[in-house]
């Protein structure tokens, strides 16, 4: 009865040392109630009512902040590719935009996702991870008109920002995962192209439990 009080005291008053009390009480008699099941029934009851109460409170405690994700950079001349998470805390089945930024060093360009000629290789970028997710359409810009050798060319350079749909699977389990992006591209200059590319990083995070 002493403990179911405590705990009782621990509610109304919002101090937890009452509940510490109740269950070092409840722990000091463990042996006593697995002796003797039948005739320690209160003191079964106060155990039920501390593990119920710790439910309670974990499902009242609030969600986690959703912080977001440090920005993760890789680079190859002359391209540097920024990604970055709206959040490092994501769940199954949950929807976001990760943030893509191409940086084209001056001088240089990229044949944009869809350029004029078939034989150029267009920029694109495909997502995978360590949780089951999905990239949904990507919606690229259109490409800058540039006049080279008598030809018009759809380019990119400068600054490129991307917004790549992602969704987590259902099936995602909790806890560190990763997600995986991948850049493709051709990178020219005024008079010659290099030999086609691409750029990867890993952005880090963290699956949590579905509800």
Not at 53 to 74: D, K, Y
Not at 87 to 109: C, K, M, N, T, Y
Not at 161 to 170: Q, R, T, W
Request: proline share 7%.
């Amino acid at each position: 009865m002493a403990s179911l009080v405590l705990l009782r005291l621990a509610d109304l008053t919002g101090n937890e040392s009452y509940a510490e009390y109740a269950e070092k009480t409840l722990r000091l008699l463990v042996p006593w109630m697995e002796r003797a099941p039948y005739g320690t029934d209160t003191l079964m009851l106060a155990t039920a009512r501390y593990f119920d109460r710790m439910e309670e409170r974990r499902a009242a405690a609030p969600e986690p902040t959703l912080e977001a994700s440090e920005p993760v950079t890789a680079q190859k001349h002359p391209v540097t590719l920024t990604a970055t998470l709206p959040q490092s805390r994501v769940g199954p089945r949950e929807e976001f935009d990760l943030a893509v930024l191409l940086e084209i060093a001056d001088g240089w360009h990229i044949n944009s996702h869809s350029p004029r000629q078939d034989f150029l290789v267009p920029t694109s970028v495909e997502v995978a991870g360590s949780v089951a997710v999905t990239a949904g359409e990507i919606s690229y810009p259109a490409g800058r008109k540039l006049s080279l050798v008598g030809d018009t060319l759809s380019v990119y350079d400068g600054r490129v920002e991307l917004a790549v749909p992602v969704a987590v699977g259902a099936d995602a389990a909790a806890g560190p995962a990763s997600l995986a992006l991948r850049l493709r591209f051709q990178a020219c200059d005024s008079t010659s192209c290099l030999a086609p590319d691409q750029l990867e990083l890993t952005l880090p995070l963290h699956i949590v439990a579905a509800r």
